[in-house]
């Protein structure tokens, strides 16, 4: 079962948007790696509030399941 963003259309993984939600995948790529990558505050901020958004987005789909 695979979802659409209301925003741009690209598909939703685990309530993130591939494209909306960028930072949360270079982070996920950051944090795969050995070296630990140290991000911006503004980078954190960013991913705060897409966790909050990708949040919202399971919760819709639930109310649709
Ligand atoms: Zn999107």
């Not at 948007?17 to 991000?39: K, R, V």
């Not at 503004?42 to 990708?54: G, S, T, V, W």
Request: charged share 30%.
């Amino acid at each position: 079962m695979s979802s659409t963003c209301e925003d741009c259309g690209s598909k939703v993984y685990r309530g993130h948007c591939t494209w909306c939600h960028e930072e949360t995948y270079i982070a996920e790529q950051s944090w795969g790696n050995d070296e630990p990558t140290s991000f911006s505050a503004e980078f954190r901020h960013k991913l705060a509030e897409q966790e909050m958004e990708a949040k919202e987005i399971l919760e819709r789909q639930k109310v649709y399941e």
